[in-house]
């Protein structure tokens, strides 16, 4: 639908548009088509048009498109500001049908709104603003989740069995394969790092109380909980939020159903029930990774190694690393599932908020394993 | 005004899935120019054969000739020289959610013309209102707009780069009646004003009357029957007769006759 051009035309080369001004007359030539406009355009608005009339003269323009259309309009609304008369010569009877349709859309540079961009001080308040809305907003998600929750323990009868056993399925049971692996190695460097200072010492054996100490009290708890919340904190935001774009939450709302009760309940109920388990896991495969370790590079022999964690590693120990699982499962499904709520509009968004349910599910996570520490010796536990 | 010139052949073209065929040796031409609605039934593959002209999927076997080039066998570089003289306007209008509307139809702009951002702008605005809509509505996202008013953001998408070739697919369903109206009128502008040929899908009977120089009924894998609308009304073959002799056909013919 370029203007102008036979059929045999479309196909040669192309040229490029020119704009050249010579007295009082504009010449151009060439192309007159978007692809082509480039060549003259960014210096369209240093041009030194020349006063009093003018002629513009078309006739070397081969194509026309309604970038050209729009190219000439605008330098038609220039030279009317300064009143000045102007002669078109050269325009086929296509490109003026383009002038005039261009025209007639009444656009002019100064309506073309602009992105409004802020300064640094505005800037800084909004994403301030946003901030803490999102606190408040996280806040309240809670909230409503723990109200939902309590309607749910006064009739149990509500409480989806269903979902929660195909969630546990999805986030249990499908991760102990990378679980159990990662802790394996886990367990495996530990062992292998701190067993040639140990022998140094002639203090082999210990490298039972080093692998079992760090694993079972700090480590699986805390790779396990990394672990599922890049794996399943990051399914939940996706989920929650695809179907927050394809209005599938709404449909939920609109047959009755609560979102939270269907959606989010479940998920958190199931990987406060899963997230302990892979970690009593996790806690088994580091201590084996170790002790393969130890025999190999240690000598020490499993029997042995075994006698001895079960003198290092006290049940104190071991429930504060499993206690801190369920803590750590809650903080991951609500991040995952407020973010998922948090979607609006586009798959972008979706990408975005995952990212955003991930990155702060992992720093949540090691920020209460953090203050678990501090409390706990405080306790003196 | 229709000239000869093809600009779209399609020759022997067959598609399958797995077992499934749903064209088998189609034969079509799309002459320049011309309004080329292309109707048939629910699964008859209208949707699937206007991917296949816009070089979205690849056919089983035969060939499309598109705009004298043919495409199954080319290379992509050159496919995405022949692409920018396509325009696509999707059932759902697939526009991009992350963008406003003026920066989706400045995609194609900043693609392929190095021109500066402004002026991409300025045209992305003459744009929206050759659909219609305000520059103002331009920094809105899609998901702020309504049904009507994605499609013809998307339409304004779609014209960009002045395609010489336009798809529609299912221009006007999900509209209500006067916006369906309204934009087959505004087709019919566009058609005048930057004479694009047009190859669209269709069930709304309105905007055939309105708007299709030439009718394709696919059918049992292949075209049943082609002609202009009135050839398609008055036609007493049994396997055309019950797309076109229904209430709804007729009333929409009716509308035609009484506004001519
Ligand atoms: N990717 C695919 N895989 C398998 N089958 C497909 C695929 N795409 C389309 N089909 C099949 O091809 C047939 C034609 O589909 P198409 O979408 O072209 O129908 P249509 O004529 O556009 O129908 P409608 O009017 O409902 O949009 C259908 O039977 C569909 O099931
Ligand atoms: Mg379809």
């Known amino acids: ?381 | 005004m229709l000239s000869p010139d093809p600009v779209i052949e399609v020759r022997d073209l067959t598609l399958r899935f797995g077992r499934k065929v749903v064209h088998d040796r189609l034969n079509l031409t799309v002459r320049r120019g011309e309004i080329l609605a292309i109707v048939g039934g629910s699964g008859s593959g209208k949707s699937t054969l206007l991917r296949m002209m816009a070089m979205l999927q690849p056919p089983s076997a035969g060939t499309v000739l598109l705009l004298g080039d043919e495409v199954t066998s080319r290379g992509l570089v050159q496919n995405l020289e022949l692409r920018r003289r396509l325009g696509v306007l999707f059932q759902q209008g697939a526009l991009f959610g992350g963008m406003s509307v003026l920066e989706n139809i400045g995609v194609p702009l900043h693609e392929h013309s190095g021109l500066s951002a402004r002026l991409i702008d300025e045209i992305g605005c003459v744009k929206l209102e050759l659909v219609g809509l305000e520059a103002n509505d331009g920094l809105l996202y899609p998901n702020q707009l309504s049904g009507g008013m994605r499609k013809r953001a998307a339409l304004a998408r779609a014209i960009a780069l002045d395609p010489e070739l336009l798809f529609l697919d299912e221009p006007t369903s999900g509209l209500d009646p006067l916006s369906a109206a309204a934009f087959d009128e505004l087709i019919l502008e566009l058609k005048s004003a930057l004479d694009p040929t047009i190859v669209m899908v269709t069930h709304d009977m309105d905007s055939l009357w309105q708007l299709a120089d030439r009718v394709i009924l696919l059918g049992e894998t292949r075209v049943l029957a082609e002609g202009t609308m009135e050839e398609m009304a008055d036609s007493r073959d049994p396997a055309v007769m019950p797309f076109f002799q229904n209430p709804r056909a007729r009333a929409a013919r009716a509308a035609v006759e009484r506004s001519a």
């Open chain 1, 1 to 381: 639908m370029t203007a102008n051009l036979s059929p045999s035309m479309r196909n040669d080369k192309q040229q490029r548009a020119t704009l050249q001004i010579k007295d009082s007359s504009l010449i151009c030539g060439g192309d007159w088509t978007v692809q082509q406009l480039a060549a003259f355009e960014r210096s369209l608005d240093q041009l030194r048009l020349p006063t009093g009339p003018v002629q513009i003269d078309l006739r070397a323009v081969r194509r026309f498109d309604t970038g050209g259309a729009w190219v000439l309009q605008r330098l038609l609304l220039k030279l009317a500001q300064g009143q000045q008369a102007v002669d078109i010569s050269g325009l086929s009877a296509e490109a003026s049908g383009l002038l005039k349709l261009v025209s007639e859309t009444g656009i002019t540079p100064e309506k073309v709104p602009g992105s409004a961009r802020s300064g640094v001080l505005e800037a800084l308040g909004r994403s301030s603003l946003e901030r803490a809305l999102y606190g408040i907003g996280l806040l309240a998600f809670v909230g409503e989740m723990a109200s939902v929750w309590l309607g749910q323990l006064i009739r149990p009868g509500r409480i989806r069995w269903r979902e929660i056993a195909h969630e546990l399925g999805e986030a249990g049971y499908k991760a102990l394969g990378i679980v159990g692996l990662l802790s394996f190695l886990l367990g495996v460097v530990i062992a292998y790092q701190g067993g040639g200072q140990l022998r140094q010492y002639a203090a082999s054996l210990f490298v039972a109380d080093l692998v079992g100490l760090s694993m079972v009290r700090e480590l699986a708890p805390l790779i396990t909980a990394i672990i599922i919340a890049g794996r399943s904190g990051s399914a939940y935001t996706a989920q929650i939020g695809t179907m927050q774009v394809t209005e599938e939450v709404d449909a939920l709302r609109s047959m009755g159903i609560a979102p939270m009760e269907l959606l989010v309940l479940p998920k958190v109920l199931a990987l406060m029930i899963a997230l302990p388990l892979l970690t009593v896991y996790a806690d088994i495969m580091g201590v084996l990774g170790g002790m393969v370790m130890a025999s190999m590079q240690l000598d020490v022999g499993f029997a042995s190694y075994i006698d001895r964690i079960s003198i290092a590693v006290s049940v104190e120990s071991y429930l504060v690393g499993i206690g801190k699982a369920p803590v750590f499962a809650a903080i991951i499904a609500t991040v995952g599932c407020y973010q998922g709520f948090q979607v609006v509009g586009s798959a972008e968004s979706v990408g975005r908020h995952t990212t955003l349910s991930v990155v702060q599910s992992i720093m949540a996570v090691i920020v209460v394993d953090a203050a678990f520490s501090v409390a706990l010796n405080y306790f003196g536990i």
